[in-house]
């Protein structure tokens, strides 16, 4: 099973059947899940099928693929029930958190006290920058 955003493939962080039915739990990145994008899921019954990641997309939100599952032994397939862990980034280059602080005054967030890196590195890097 897989999940394929875009041209690469985003592997299911979780799998597991109950039933028919098939849960998956699939990491999108923080940025895909903002913007909205289109995904493939590998199903057991009807191949790789499309799967819209509407743009706002919350962590932890669901989609369910009605009949795409397993078969059962009556011949009914169960459904594919995906669920989006949105990842955010832990390892942001300079250019990146600038983007991201610049995206956070656009929108009136501000910075919780202390959250700030406040280390010897992150000072010569600020003087460096100009902030």
Known sequence: MGVRAEQATIVPSSYSEHEQDVHLQA???MAL???GT???VRTPTKGDVQVSISAGTQPNAKTRLRGHGSL?????AGD???QFDVQVPTDLSLEAERVLRRF???RNETTVPGSE???FFSRVRDAFNGR
Do not use: R, Y
């Open 80 to 82: 594919v029930m995906v």
């Open 33 to 35: 899940a903002a913007l």
């Open 38 to 40: 289109s995904v493939e």
């Open 27 to 29: 990491a999108v990145p």
């Open 104 to 106: 956070a005054e656009l």
């Open 117 to 119: 890196p406040s280390g």
């Open 72 to 76: 059962g032994a009556t011949g009914k």
